[in-house]
């Protein structure tokens, strides 16, 4: 091959020819060189990262939902086999519907190091009975959490009959209340149905709710609030967003008449204040990822806040240094939570976001941002507290009924 067709085949390689159109080299080139190049680059095989998908769509008609990438970092990868510590899952519902999917559950546990799971129902009076039924059939491996009952929250004389419903729960083997979920809008109810219905316009920091935050001081009981969202779904939904992918599916900014991310947050901040007995666990970092100094701030003014990182390992896994800082300051006040299910392999995505150091990996089976992955690479002491040491302070406080 003559000098030319060398020059113009290593334009090629590098993406830098076109066939069709004139290579980006300085001088003219023979079109001798030009075809003896193209033959050379057609002739040469493709890296295995580059060899083209036929079956995927023309990137024209690519749409974003669409956009799956994957990685081609030549970079090391840890295999899992399970947690590196016993494990206390502290955010998980009761995806579980039979007794045979509530043993494969605990088959899976057992396999992976986790010793009990945190199963949040929201549910009130029979329907939390039957939860407790359904699981009954392992002592020790799961702890049932109830709901608020909010019927009648809206007109005069609510509390009484909703502490009752309280105990209630307790009785029946009740050991924590929640999720209670405020979006924005307010309470969202278990069902969402007459005996589950939404509280709208009712926030955690609302004075009706005190009688129950109070009550679940009494026994021992701790709080999982979800507040918000993360920032991604109340910012416009344009080219900016660089959440965009996943938070138009759960878009907020639409929804006329809610509170904003940092008022609707703020509600915790003013309810922690109000029940300085009570337990509270900011579930999914208090949807602060973007800026962990807000719950910082709320951690450090509180000692009756915890939190859970369930469900928002897409959302820290971006900025693992960061993070991995902010869980070493607060290691004693982090939970491990997964709140996706009860699929093996969404327990090890989650340890070896945790466990490792390794990077720039996807797992869209569970996430639909188009962001990479990277692991913290939390140390041994920070790894045990948030796996399980501190949650088993956490259920220890439960009172005997």
């Given amino acids: ?95 579980a519907r039979s007794a045979e999917q509530v043993d494969r559950w605990v088959r899976t546990m057992d396999e992976l190091g986790i010793e009990k799971t945190i199963v949040m129902t929201g549910a009130s009076g029979e329907r939390f009975e039957a939860y407790a039924e359904l699981f009954a059939g392992h002592p020790g491996r799961f702890s049932l959490w109830c709901g608020f009952d909010y019927r009648g929250f809206d007109e005069p004389g609510y509390g009484p009959a909703a502490v009752a419903a309280l105990e209630r729960c307790a009785a029946a083997g009740g050991e924590g209340v929640g999720e209670l979920s405020d979006k924005g809008r307010g309470l969202r109810g278990g069902r969402r149905d007459a005996q589950n219905p939404d509280a709208w316009g009712m926030h955690v920091d609302d004075p009706r709710l005190d009688p129950l935050f109070e009550k679940c001081a009494e026994l021992g009981l701790p709080v999982n609030v979800h507040v918000g969202e993360p920032i991604w779904m109340y910012q416009p939904m344009d080219e900016h967003n660089d959440g965009l992918m996943n938070a ?39 949807n602060s990822s973007y800026d962990l100094s807000i719950l910082g701030k709320m951690l450090d003014e509180h000692p009756n806040l915890y939190t859970d990182i369930g469900a928002r390992y897409a959302e820290f896994a971006p900025i693992p240094r960061h993070v991995a800082r902010f869980f070493e300051r607060h290691q004693d006040r982090l939970l491990y939570g997964t709140d996706m299910g009860f699929e093996r392999d969404m327990y090890l995505t989650t340890f070896r ?28 002491e920070v790894l045990r507290k948030l796996y399980a040491e501190n949650a088993r302070g956490i259920l220890a406080r439960r009172r005997p009924r």
């Fill in 1 to 95: 091959m003559s000098e030319e067709s060398l020059a113009a085949a290593a334009s090629c390689r590098a993406g830098e020819t076109e066939p069709g159109g004139p290579p980006p080299l300085r001088g003219i080139l023979s079109r001798a060189a030009i075809a003896s190049a193209l033959l050379f680059c057609s002739m040469a095989p493709l890296a295995p990262a580059q060899q083209p998908d036929h079956d995927a769509a023309p990137v024209e008609s690519l749409l974003l939902k669409d956009y799956r990438p994957r990685s081609i970092y030549r970079v090391p990868r840890t295999e899992i086999a399970k947690a590196r510590f016993p494990v206390i899952d502290m955010h998980s519902h009761p995806y």
């Fill in 248 to 286: 138009f599916d759960w878009r907020l900014d639409d929804q006329p008449g809610i509170l904003g991310h940092a008022d609707v947050v703020a509600t915790l901040d003013r309810a922690l204040a109000r029940h300085p007995g009570t337990t509270f666990i900011a579930c999914h970092l208090a």
């Fill in 353 to 380: 976001i945790l466990e490792t150091e390794d990077e720039h990996f996807y797992d869209f089976e569970r996430f639909d941002y188009h962001w990479p992955l990277h692991g913290l690479g939390l140390g041994d």
